[in-house]
C-alpha cells in the first residue's frame, strides 16, 4: 500500500502527538487524531507558558543529531504557520566542571560543533549578575538554545495537521487499541475504527492505556513555580538566557516571555508520583517549597522567595531516562512513543517525524537505535 493512501490512528494530541499528526498528514496520510481532552490543554506533560529547547544535550551526546532535525522543523514549522513557537534566547548551562552531565554538555558541544561560549566566574558575574556560581563550577552559554511556548505549538501543529486534512477527535478518550489482522483497531466510548497503523502518544497515560507494557514507566507529578524579582534589570535585560543547573540540585528556569517573573523547575528525583493520572493532585503543600527557596537562596538571590504562581503537570521517567520510541512487541502497526522523562519537547517535531517515518515506512533514518524499542529489554 503507497503511503499517500495509509490510514493512521494518533492516539492522544499532545506535545508528540500533534507534532506526529502534522507530519503524517503533511506526508499524505489519511489521520485520525484522538485526545481526552483538547490540543494544547495544560491537565498533563504540556503546559506553563514554556518548556527550554536547546542544542548541547547533558544526558547523552547521541541526541545531537535529533535535535538538530528538531530545529530545521521548529523552524519549518513556523514558517509554515506564521507563528512564533520559539524564541532564541540562549541557555546558560552550569554546574561543578567534574560532574558527568557538564563532561557530556562539553562533549556534545565538542563532538558537533555547537554555538556557545564558556564564561568564567568574572564574566558571568558581570554579564548575568543574577546567578551565582561555586568554586568548581563551569558556565556554558549554548547560543542555539531558548524557549518554547508549549501551548502554542501543541494547537499550532494539530492546526497544521487539520489545515493538510487530519481530522481531530477532541475529548475522545481511547478505551482500547486492538492490533487485528493486518492493521489495528481503536475502541472509544462511541465506537471503533480501523487503521493500518496507530501512533500512540497518551503521555502520562501510558500505563493506563497499555497496562501490559513490558517496560516500566514511572509518572511523576511535577511542580513549577513562578518567582518575581527583586532586581528586574538583571533578568529582563537584552539578554534573557534560559538556565539549567546540573548539580548538586538539578535544577532549571526561565524567564517569563511576559518579562515579570522567573519559572523555576526541578529534577525527576525530586518529584512525587503522580498515581491515578486522572486525579492529580494539584495542590502544591508549603514543605515542598522549601527545596525552592534553597535553591534561591544559594544561587539565584535576586528572586523574591515567594512564589505567584504554582502549576502542578505530570511527565512519564523510564529507568534509563531513554524514551520508548517503536513499534509495541509482537503490535508491528502499534508504533509507541513514551517516557520522554523530562527532555521530550525540545525534540517533539523529530520524534513527530520518526512517528511517521515507522507508521509509513516501517522504518526511519533518523539514528535512534539507542532508544528504539526493538530488541529493547530495559526501560
Ligand atoms: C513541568 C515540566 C517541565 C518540562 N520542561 C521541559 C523542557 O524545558 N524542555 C523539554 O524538552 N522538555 C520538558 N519537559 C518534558 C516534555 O514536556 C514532555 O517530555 C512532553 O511534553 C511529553 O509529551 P507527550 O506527548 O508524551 O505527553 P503529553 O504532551 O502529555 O500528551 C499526551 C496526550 O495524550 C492524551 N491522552 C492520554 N490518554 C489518552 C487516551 N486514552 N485517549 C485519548 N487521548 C489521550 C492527553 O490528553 C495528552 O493530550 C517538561 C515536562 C514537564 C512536566
Redesign the pocket.
Known amino acids: 500500500m503507497s503511503a499517500a493512501r495509509k490510514r493512521v490512528a494518533v492516539?492522544?494530541?499532545?506535545?508528540?502527538?500533534s507534532q506526529a499528526a502534522w507530519r503524517l498528514a503533511a506526508r499524505g496520510a489519511e489521520v485520525v487524531g484522538?485526545?481526552?481532552?483538547a490540543?494544547g490543554?495544560d491537565?498533563?506533560?504540556?503546559g506553563?507558558e514554556t518548556?527550554?529547547?536547546r542544542s548541547a544535550h547533558f544526558e547523552d551526546s547521541r541526541y545531537v543529531p535529533l535535535l538538530k532535525h528538531a530545529d530545521a522543523l521548529w523552524e519549518q514549522l513556523q514558517e509554515e504557520t506564521g507563528r512564533e513557537l520559539r524564541r532564541l534566547t540562549g541557555c546558560l548551562l552550569m554546574g561543578p566542571t567534574d560532574h558527568h552531565q557538564m563532561a557530556t554538555v562539553l562533549q556534545s558541544i565538542a563532538e558537533h560543533d555547537l554555538d556557545h561560549e564558556v564564561l568564567d566566574a568574572e564574566l558571568l558575574a558581570k554579564r548575568f549578575p543574577q546567578y551565582r556560581i561555586e568554586d568548581g563550577d563551569a558556565a556554558v552559554l549554548d547560543r542555539r538554545a531558548g524557549f518554547i511556548r508549549?501551548e502554542l505549538t501543541?494547537q499550532t501543529a494539530a492546526r497544521r495537521a487539520e489545515q493538510l486534512g487530519a481530522v481531530i477527535r477532541r475529548y475522545?478518550?481511547?478505551?482500547e487499541i486492538v492490533p487485528v489482522a493486518g492493521g489495528v483497531e481503536i475502541r472509544t466510548d462511541s465506537g471503533s475504527e480501523r487503521f493500518d497503523t496507530a501512533v500512540v502518544?497518551?503521555?502520562?497515560?501510558v500505563n493506563?492505556?497499555l497496562p501490559d507494557l513490558p517496560w516500566e514507566v514511572d509518572v511523576r507529578r511535577?511542580v513549577?513555580a513562578w518567582y518575581v524579582p527583586t532586581t528586574p534589570e538583571a533578568w529582563f535585560g537584552e539578554e534573557r538566557p534560559a538556565f539549567i543547573r546540573t548539580a548538586p540540585t538539578h535544577c532549571?528556569g526561565l524567564p517569563s516571555p511576559d518579562g515579570i517573573s522567573v519559572k523555576l523547575?526541578l529534577s525527576r528525583a525530586l518529584h512525587q508520583p503522580a498515581g491515578d493520572p486522572n486525579q492529580l493532585d494539584r495542590t502544591v503543600r508549603p514543605e515542598e517549597l522549601e527545596v525552592f527557596s534553597d535553591l534561591i537562596g544559594r544561587y539565584m538571590p535576586g528572586l523574591h522567595p515567594d512564589p505567584t504562581r504554582l502549576s502542578v503537570?505530570?511527565?512519564?521517567y523510564t529507568e534509563s531516562s531513554r524514551p520508548l520510541v517503536g513499534p509495541l512487541p509482537g503490535a508491528e502497526n502499534v508504533i509507541l512513543?513514551?517516557g520522554?522523562?523530562?527532555?521530550?519537547?525540545?525534540?517533539?517535531p523529530a520524534f513527530g517525524n520518526i512517528a511517521a517515518d515507522l507508521a509509513l515506512d516501517g522504518t526511519s533514518p533518523q539514528p535512534i537505535d539507542f532508544i528504539s524499542t526493538l530488541g529493547r529489554t530495559e526501560a
Open positions: 492516539v492522544g494530541v499532545g506535545t508528540m502527538g484522538y485526545d481526552r481532552y490540543p490543554h491537565r498533563s506533560a504540556a506553563g518548556r527550554i529547547f508549549p501543541i475522545s478518550t481511547v478505551r502518544t497518551p503521555g502520562p497515560w493506563d492505556l511535577l513549577s532549571y523547575g503537570y505530570m511527565e512519564g512513543l513514551a520522554f522523562s523530562g527532555h521530550g519537547f525540545k525534540l517533539s
